[in-house]
């Protein structure tokens, strides 16, 4: 028994000195020139469905929810946010060139079709995030029109 307490005692300074471990939460700054529903002048019901569903991890406009500050799940959803950004950065779309944007939507497109995006994570923790096969539809037959108006 005293060995189960002193372990728990060890996890719990543990987790109280790593929340001191600090990540940077600060969104880069907003161009609104080089931001995809800008530049493509979105619908407004496309819009909404990307700021929605997309937008935390796959752009610079991050709403860190209330466990994005207790680490380790700070962590990870940090990782997670840095990545999406790599892949596709809505907020930076008119700074990709031509070939790189193609690839992007593309990836969308499979994405979505697969049922990969949303992360079954984020919409877990964020229910309003779940696309509906109507609302899958809509952000893919944009996106493929988007495609077709870049060749």
């Known amino acids: 028994m ?3 307490l002193k372990i728990f005692g060890w996890a719990v300074l543990l987790f109280a000195l790593i929340q001191l471990i600090p990540i940077d939460r600060t969104n880069p700054p907003l161009e609104g ?3 995809f529903v ?3 002048n979105t619908p407004t019901e496309v819009r909404q469905l990307l700021k929605t569903s997309c937008y935390d991890c796959h752009s610079n406009e991050t709403v860190y929810p209330s466990y994005a500050y207790v ?5 990870s959803v940090k990782h997670h946010i ?3 950004r790599r892949h596709l950065n809505f907020s930076e779309w008119g700074t990709y060139n ?4 193609e690839g992007m939507l593309k990836n969308a497109i499979g994405d979505l079709e697969e049922n990969r995006m949303p ?5 877990a923790q964020h229910p309003e995030a779940r696309l509906t096969k109507a609302q899958k539809k809509l952000l893919i037959d944009y996106f493929q029109k988007v495609l077709d108006s870049l060749k």
């Open 71 to 75: 680490a380790p799940i700070s962590w």
């Open 2 to 4: 005293k060995k189960v």
């Open 119 to 123: 992360l079954a994570g984020y919409v």
């Open 82 to 84: 840095n990545k999406g």
């Open 98 to 101: 031509r070939e790189l944007k």
């Open 38 to 40: 800008e530049v493509m």
């Open 33 to 35: 020139k080089h931001n």
